[in-house]
């Protein structure tokens, strides 16, 4: 027994090995380690990029490295989602490799699971990196920060929040046996919650669907409506900063608003209240959603990798 667990482990690790490999010799994971530290670069200089356009000095800022969402935010989740998987599966299948790698005594389960755990170890990697930097990178630009015992919990929340576009990144790759669809067809469904689910949920009262969808979210505020109180998303791309707010603000209230257009189009925009919930009813949907989509999409894609037939 404890012969086959040391072999399935020697597998796997081969597996990982495998990618981790092929991700630096293809220069991927170096291009996406330089991409990290661009975006947390553009992060740290907006005080000076607002200064230089406004004229006015940049004040410090205690609480920008646990309010940066590891510097990157939804759009930068979902890039750094494709990257990392976009050719992961499908790749294989593109060139051809897929037939020699599963030619080896190594089961299709171990080489999607091997191939999945590398997809997280690249994502922990850079955002450890990137947390790292932004720490540092704020503690010099915007002062002596706050609360950053609780950083932490910005690299889980980053970690959450990508996990679900690499699950269904890996979906389109593995079903379609194509990278560019992959890539694609994520951004289809990134530009359709974003831009369209925002529509629906500020002019027409229904951003409680956006909850239930991977993305930003619904749009809530704390103290006020949107324009005057704290602005909080439901979505699952703010899992970690919702867990960081609960943290230090453990009895928040989430209230959701629709804007009345009839009343606004006389110059003042008049918000109308629709619910309220707590901020620990946020952030347990989000990772039930989170979990819910991760486990569905990527036991789909496990199923369709084991079903899928080679072709010499």
Known sequence: MRTERSGWIGKFSAVIRYEMLWNIRKKKFYGILIVAFALATLALATGYIQGAITGDPMELNPDFVIDSNVGLGGFGFFLFAIATVMNSISGEFESGTIVPLLAKPVSRTTIFLGKLFAAFLILLVTYSFLM???????????????????????????????????????LFGTLFRSSLIAALGALGIWLGTNIIGSIIGVLAGQGWILTFIPGSGNSGSVGGNPLVGTPVSTGTDNIGLNLINYILHPSWNVTYYKLDLIQSSQGTPVWEALNTEPLSNVIFTSIAVALIYFIVFVTISWFVFRRAEITE
């Open 132 to 170: 790292t930097y932004m720490t540092i990178g704020g503690l010099v630009i915007y002062g002596p920060q706050n609360n950053l015992h609780l950083v932490p919990l910005s690299l889980l929340g980053a970690l959450f929040s990508t996990l679900i576009w690499v699950s269904i990144v890996l």
